[in-house]
């Protein structure tokens, strides 16, 4: 099983709401990442979590508000957000962070900013 | 600065053809890399990789080439089939964060 699920598929949402993504594995990978997609652009890469600690921050805004409960899950907080950060949200897992490994990505979610 | 490039936005080829989707990269230090295909409003799908110390690896249909001395990867799809239509990305890593770099991705299409 190499399924990464994230909810909700489609979220709008306006400027002052806040909401949450969220994203689960089942496949034991203790190194979990959140990416950004514009349309017709590649993947960006916005945290990494390895055994459920933050390594990576990308200097993104604070009003992403990345958190890891335990090995399985991963949220995505969102507050105050402007309407140019609609776009894809990944989440991706891979086995370990520093071995050389393919993350598998989820679905992703579409946020729309209004 | 692009570490990352795919010089080619889309390739068109003929059902049944060889298709083939070139990646450059700048950084020395990259030693692992990756191909991934992207349908529409779907997450990438992990298709195959390749580390720096192989110049081939082979999954079936799929064939990745590395050449370290020219910063170069290919990916080769034989024979082309019309569902292998999709944006196809090359990534790297080689920090042992766990980063993945991707290139601006590659539009296959695959006419019947």
């Known amino acids: 099983d190499t399924e990464v699920t994230q909810t909700p598929k489609h979220l709008v949402m306006g400027m002052t709401n806040k909401k949450s993504l969220k994203c689960e594995q089942h496949?034991?990978?203790?190194?979990m990442y959140w990416y950004k997609q514009k349309a017709k652009k590649p993947p960006e890469l916005m945290f990494v979590?390895?055994?459920?600690?933050?390594?990576i921050n990308e200097s993104v805004p604070s009003r992403f508000s990345p958190e890891c409960p335990n090995s399985s899950l991963l949220n995505l907080h969102l507050h105050a957000l402007q309407p140019e950060d609609s776009a894809l949200y990944l989440c991706?897992?891979?086995?370990?962070?520093?071995?050389?490994?393919?993350?598998?990505f989820g679905p992703g979610t579409r946020l729309t900013v209004t | 600065d692009q570490q990352v490039k795919q010089n080619s936005p889309s390739l068109s080829v003929q059902e049944g053809r060889i298709s083939i989707l070139n990646c450059d990269y700048t950084?020395?230090?990259?030693?692992?890399f990756l191909w991934y295909k992207k349908y529409p409003a779907e997450g990438p799908t992990f298709l195959i990789s390749?580390?720096?110390?192989?110049d081939k690896n082979e999954d079936g249909r799929f064939t990745v080439f590395l050449n370290k001395s020219a910063k170069h990867l290919s990916l080769h799809i034989v024979p082309s089939q019309p569902g292998d239509s999709a944006v196809y990305f090359c990534?790297?890593?080689?920090?042992?964060?766990?980063?993945?770099?991707f290139g601006q991705g590659t539009t296959l299409q695959v006419k019947p």
């Open positions: 991706a897992s891979s086995q370990e962070v520093g071995q050389p490994d393919e993350q598998y």
């Open positions: 496949m034991g990978h203790r190194a």
């Open positions: 979590y390895s055994y459920e600690k933050l390594s």
């Open positions: 950084n020395s230090m990259f030693d692992y």
């Open positions: 390749i580390s720096s110390i192989k």
């Open positions: 990534a790297a890593s080689g920090d042992n964060t766990g980063k993945l770099i």
